[in-house]
C-alpha cells in the first residue's frame, strides 16, 4: 500500500506547497539530531497529512468488511503490468536485446508466469468479493 500512496503524498505536498508558499507548516523543515544516523528533516504538514491519510484508509477499511478483497482485487491487477510487464519491456528495450536470445526467453516466460500468478490473485479477490457480498448487511452489527 505504502508504494501505491507515494505519489498521492507527493501531489499533495506539491500542491500544498505551491498553493501556499509562505506558510511555514507547509514549507519548514525541523533538523532533529539522531545518533549515529546524522541529520533528519521533520516537515509537520508532511507528518500530519500521512498520519490523516492512514487513519482514513484504516476507517474506512473498518466501515467496509470487504476493504481487503477489494485492495487485493487492485493489487492483483497492478502487480503485472507496474511490477514486471513494464519493468520488463523497457529492460529489453533499453539493452537492445535480441529476439529468442536465452535472457529475453526467460524474461517473457517470468512475465508470462506473473500475469498467471495476477490473474489468480485477481480471481480470488473477486470470489472473496462475492462471498462477503453475499453476507454483507449494511449498517447492522453482528
Known amino acids: 500500500m505504502q508504494v501505491f500512496c507515494q505519489p498521492i503524498f507527493g501531489f499533495v505536498e506539491n500542491c500544498c506547497s505551491k498553493r501556499w508558499p509562505n506558510s511555514t ?48 482485487l487492485l493489487g492483483a491487477a497492478s502487480f503485472w ?17 535480441r529476439k529468442f536470445s536465452f535472457t529475453r526467453t526467460w524474461l517473457k516466460i517470468l512475465s508470462w508466469a506473473c500475469l498467471v500468478v495476477s490473474l489468480v490473485a485477481a480471481a480470488g479477490s473477486v470470489q ?15
Open 128 to 142: 472473496g468479493l462475492i462471498q462477503d457480498l453475499k453476507t454483507y448487511k449494511p449498517f447492522r452489527t453482528q
Open 25 to 72: 507548516l507547509v514549507t519548514r523543515e525541523i533538523p532533529i539530531h539522531i545518533p549515529g544516523y546524522g541529520v533528519y528533516h521533520l516537515n509537520l504538514f508532511r507528518l500530519v497529512w500521512r498520519t490523516a491519510y492512514v487513519v482514513m484508509t484504516a476507517v474506512v477499511a473498518m466501515i467496509f468488511p470487504f476493504f481487503n478483497d477489494f485492495l487485493g
Open 81 to 97: 503490468p507496474l511490477t514486471v510487464y513494464f519493468p520488463v519491456e523497457m529492460y529489453i528495450a533499453r539493452t537492445k536485446m
